[in-house]
């Protein structure tokens, strides 16, 4: 038996999820919609963020389902976006994708259904504008492989299940591979969380949009003027009035 539930759940927004019976968590927030979740928390403000480049160097922390990098190539094809892309995405359960054929995906995804399938044998798919490399191993191990990185897509289950990939020494590795203007989206709001990141020199913005919750955006550079939706985290002053607040260590 695989380390998840075979029956598909429904989201709110229809499209279908699973159950991590190794994590006890679902693979998407099942009240916020997968399919909603993928591209409002994270396709949307990082490809807003690069609209004026013509090639994008992406991780996609970790690959699952894929609904990440399915989204943004949805995405770029809905908006006649001329782009080329490089995503690249550790995933450590061989099981899951192989079964990833089996998966029914939400109808904007089934266009794009023979990506999954060449995914699934080979980990990887490639055509004149799009690169993908699924990794099948630790992504603590294929980060540090990684440079130039335009765009972290931060989707890993939640840091009391899946702690190292929220701790400061992780985030380390991860500032070392970001390109100079690199956007980090995570749905993960809470302080701990933002101190891991901004203990490395990442600015922290909280974003809201009309379709999920609020998340947060980390930036290796910070805006002269914040977007619309965009507000800007004084973390110094968050550790002032919360003098117990401490960023995720490795070692905890
Ligand atoms: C929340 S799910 C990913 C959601 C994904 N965006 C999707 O569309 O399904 C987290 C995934 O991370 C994988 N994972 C957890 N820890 C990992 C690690 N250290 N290295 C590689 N994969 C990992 C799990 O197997 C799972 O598939």
Redesign the pocket.
Known sequence: MG?WTIEFIQTKDGSN??Y?Q??E?Y??SVKEG?LNE?LYKHIVPALQHHKNKNELNIL?????????TLATIYYIKKNNINIKLNIYS????TE?LHSLPNFQYPKEFLEFKYIIDKISQTFRYQDKNINIEVFN????E?IKTLSNIHIV?Q???SSDV?K??WTKEYFNDIYKLLDKDAIITTYSIATPIRLSMYENNLFIYEYKNDFTNRITIAMKNKFTIEPSGYKYIDMELKKQRNSSAKPLRDLD
């Open positions: 380390s999820t699973l991590s190794r994590f968590q693979f998407h997968a993928s996609d922390i970790c690959f699952g389902l894929g609904y990440n550790p995933e450590f359960d899951l191993g630790d992504a603590r294929y897509y989707d890993a289950f899946n190292s990939l």
